[in-house]
């Protein structure tokens, strides 16, 4: 079946520097992907809407300059949070929809540390 | 504007008893309902959803879920509880703004003990 793939699941970088995480679509085609952020035992918070060839959607309050989102193919979207600090240490899930968006899968998440 | 509640943080339950995880919701026209689970330190697994059709929907793992739409409710049922189902469980309605991306609005979460 669907899956949608994150890399990598744990991650801890320096404050000041930046970490990529990768959110691909193994077996289908996502045009559009999401992203969220969650903090322990809390629901999803939408960060931003990932768009195919070209730019993300951020919901209000996100910074687009701190999280940058690149959608470059089909099966691909990025997430990378720029000069991290510990306040951004967080659970980043992605999602992908198939079937016109009547299912919607969900990577298994990476837990960003910063220290 | 369009919203989910789930009005318990945690609901417990004796291993083999049946159980309940509620979710109301808050949208114009028909809604499109889902449940996912979440277990520790991983992503959200797909339970089930309701889209059209019967209102009764079953799903993942022995679950089912009761669509009504008077009440507004999509309540997440299973008849006999396991230990493995506790976990972090989600409600969430497909956002209609959205159009068909499949972005959805999330309830707070509702935690699942099952005690053996």
């Known amino acids: 079946g669907a899956v949608v793939s994150q890399h990598p699941s744990r991650v801890i970088c320096k404050s000041g520097t930046s970490v990529k995480i990768e959110c691909r679509s193994l077996d289908f085609q996502a045009t559009t992907m999401f992203w969220y952020r969650q903090f322990p035992k809390q629901s999803l918070m939408l960060m931003a809407t990932?768009?195919?060839?070209?730019?993300?959607?951020?919901e209000q309050g996100v910074e687009k300059d701190k999280f940058l989102i690149n959608h470059a193919s089909l099966t691909l979207s990025t997430l990378t949070v720029t000069s991290a600090h510990p306040e951004d240490s967080s659970f980043y899930i992605c999602?992908?929809?198939?079937?016109?968006?009547?299912?919607?899968?969900f990577g298994e998440g990476s837990w960003l540390t910063v220290v | 504007a369009q919203s989910v509640a789930q009005p318990e943080d945690q609901v417990n339950v004796a291993e083999g008893n049946p159980l309940t995880v509620k979710c109301t919701y808050s949208v114009s026209g028909n809604p499109y309902l889902f449940w996912y689970v979440q277990y520790p330190n991983r992503g959200l697994q797909f339970l089930l959803k309701?889209?059209?059709?019967?209102?009764l929907v079953k799903g993942s793992y022995g679950f089912e879920a009761e669509f009504n739409k008077s009440q507004t409710s999509f309540h997440l049922k299973k008849p006999s509880a396991l230990v493995s189902d506790s976990a972090l469980y989600f409600c969430a309605v497909r956002d209609r703004g959205s159009g068909n991306t499949g972005k959805l609005i999330f309830g707070q979460g509702t935690t699942l003990q099952v005690k053996p």
């Open positions: 309701y889209i059209t059709g019967d209102n």
């Open positions: 999602s992908a929809p198939v079937h016109s968006g009547n299912t919607i899968y």
């Open positions: 990932s768009n195919e060839g070209s730019k993300a959607t951020y």
